[in-house]
């Protein structure tokens, strides 16, 4: 009976092991604290454009891209953030509708290239409903970004939402 239960608590513990500690092997990057603030400031950056665009913040809008950014989505390309300006007033400025509509983002991934860019690819919808619901999802795709860090900052450099 001990060398069986020798054997189940070796493999128990393999198990614990396994499920505690990362793989190395799979390529994943070692984060330090530089790169962590650095993936949180990227997470944040993208969360903030969602808010800002459900919101019709123009100037929170436009503050999340690089100055010579470029924003392709459905067959149109904005470029720099003078483009990028007048599309978002024109979308602030609209009639607003009776529904409301909610960005949600998930699955982010984003790799790191060099200090200074970072690719990233997250999933979105768009939810639309009156307030208190029914809601329902109006609209769905991907992001594909080229995030760069200009003077500090995380920015949106090219921003690419195939059809």
């Known amino acids: 009976m001990k060398p069986l239960f020798k054997i189940t608590c070796s493999i128990i513990l393999a198990i614990i092991m396994t499920a505690f ?25 993208i969360v903030k454009y969602a808010h800002v665009y459900d919101f019709r913040d123009v100037e929170g809008y436009v503050s999340v891209f690089a100055d010579d950014a470029v924003f392709s989505f459905t067959g149109a390309t904005l470029n720099g953030r003078k483009e990028i300006r007048e599309f978002i007033t024109r979308v602030a400025n609209s009639p607003q ?56 900052q995380w920015l949106i450099q090219t921003r690419n939402i195939p059809n």
């Open 21 to 45: 500690y990362p793989l190395q092997s799979i390529g994943a990057e070692d984060m330090t604290d530089s790169r962590a603030k650095d993936y949180a400031a990227i997470q944040t950056l």
């Open 97 to 152: 509708p009776a529904l409301k509509s909610y960005h949600s983002i998930s699955n982010t991934l984003i790799e790191f290239d060099s200090d200074t860019q970072a690719r990233h690819r997250s999933y979105w919808q768009i939810v639309t409903g009156p307030s208190g619901g029914p809601f329902n999802v109006t609209n769905m795709g991907y992001y594909d970004d080229v995030i760069v860090k200009k003077n500090g």
